[in-house]
């Protein structure tokens, strides 16, 4: 029979990251200590410790990205998924809002209009937000290609990418383009991510900038 512990609701999350800590430490495993948060959250999210080896960061990438938190940035999502898990509340106490133009008819039409796939007409139409942008990708590579051939024309960049689309087609493709702009980012390597993944390196980034600024 499996053994079980008794935990209270509230203790669950507490003691999940105290078991990610003791079972890193039993692999040998020891995390830089400003991505810490970040990967611990995503193995959270996902019981996957594959993700210690895959998680890539740009320089001083996790400041950066709290640092646009603190100051106001919003975010925009290739998902609704992704939305839904962001802490939106807590984001909007630093002046931030999230967004998803996947639904929206706007992006139907202008995908129509230009051939292409939906998250790339949203990236097109999240270039309009005149603040900071934090760009999150769970899902769709074509929105990675697109920020990427926005930087590369020099017609546009986010502030951050968060890069981390699941699947087969084009995504670690899309990757290694974003690894290779000047835009700061946090993306997973290979063909692991999704939506929960996008969402949890939010979140993580969200929580940090709270210590950060003693909130």
């Known amino acids: 029979m499996t053994n079980t512990e008794y935990t209270l609701p509230k203790d669950i999350e507490r003691r999940s990251f105290e078991i990610i800590s003791e079972e890193l430490g039993k692999m040998g495993v020891s995390l830089p200590r400003c991505?810490?948060?970040?990967?611990?959250?995503?193995?959270?999210?996902?019981?996957?410790?594959?993700?210690?080896?895959t998680m890539r960061f740009s320089n001083g990438a996790v400041?950066?990205?709290r640092e646009l938190i603190v100051s106001g940035a919003d975010i925009v999502t290739d998902t609704n998924m992704a939305l839904a898990g962001i802490n939106r509340k807590k984001l909007a106490d630093f002046g931030g809002k999230a967004h998803c133009f996947m639904a929206e008819e706007e992006t139907a039409?202008?995908?129509e209009?230009?051939?292409?796939?939906?998250?790339?007409?949203?990236?097109?139409?999240?270039?309009?937000?005149?603040?900071?942008?934090?760009?999150?990708?769970?899902?769709?590579p074509t929105a990675l290609i697109r920020l990427y051939e926005l930087s590369k024309e020099k017609i546009w960049s986010p502030a951050f990418i968060i890069g981390v689309p699941v699947g087969f087609v084009n995504v670690e493709a899309s990757k290694e383009l974003i690894m290779e702009t000047d835009i700061p980012f946090i993306v997973n390597r290979g063909r692991k991510g999704g939506s929960n993944v996008a969402a949890a390196i939010v979140n993580a980034l969200i929580y940090g900038a709270e210590r950060m600024t003693g909130r």
């Open 113 to 140: 209009k230009e051939n292409v796939t939906r998250a790339a007409a949203s990236v097109d139409i999240a270039s309009r937000i005149k603040k900071p942008l934090i760009y999150v990708v769970g899902n769709a």
């Open 35 to 53: 991505e810490a948060d970040i990967i611990k959250r995503v193995i959270h999210t996902t019981a996957d410790f594959g993700y210690t080896d």
């Open 109 to 111: 039409r202008l995908a």
């Open 63 to 65: 400041s950066i990205a």
